[in-house]
């Protein structure tokens, strides 16, 4: 992991952030940067096509249409895939 370059920068933990601001901190970053979002993109659609492909297809039909469905589709495909599983679908 790469070190922090300004020594100003504080671990969220020591200004007293609970878990839910953390999240919502490190969500607006991750948005911020395209090359991290663009690697959280890229591992996700390789996991979740290898774990069910015609359901990911789906997934992404509905979201590149816009469909309400969307969201609920892919939080459902997410929610099946175990920790444990997404370490070992990762193709290197």
């Given at each position: 992991?790469?070190?922090?370059?300004?020594?100003?920068?504080?671990?969220p933990r020591s200004i007293a952030?609970?878990?839910?601001?953390?999240?919502?901190?490190?969500?607006?970053?991750?948005?911020?940067?395209?090359?991290?979002?663009?690697?959280?993109?890229?591992?996700?659609y390789r996991d979740l096509f290898?774990?069910?492909?015609?359901?990911?297809?789906?997934?992404?039909?509905?979201?590149?249409?816009?469909?309400?469905?969307a969201g609920s589709a892919l939080?459902?495909?997410?929610?099946?895939?175990?920790?444990?599983?997404?370490?070992?679908?990762?193709?290197?």
């Amino acid at each position: 992991m790469p070190e922090i370059a300004n020594s100003a920068v504080h671990h969220p933990r020591s200004i007293a952030l609970n878990e839910e601001q953390i999240t919502r901190l490190w969500c607006a970053a991750i948005k911020d940067d395209d090359k991290q979002l663009d690697e959280v993109i890229r591992r996700v659609y390789r996991d979740l096509f290898a774990y069910d492909r015609d359901r990911f297809e789906e997934v992404i039909y509905l979201t590149i249409t816009r469909n309400a469905n969307a969201g609920s589709a892919l939080a459902e495909i997410l929610n099946e895939v175990p920790m444990s599983r997404r370490a070992d679908l990762q193709l290197h």
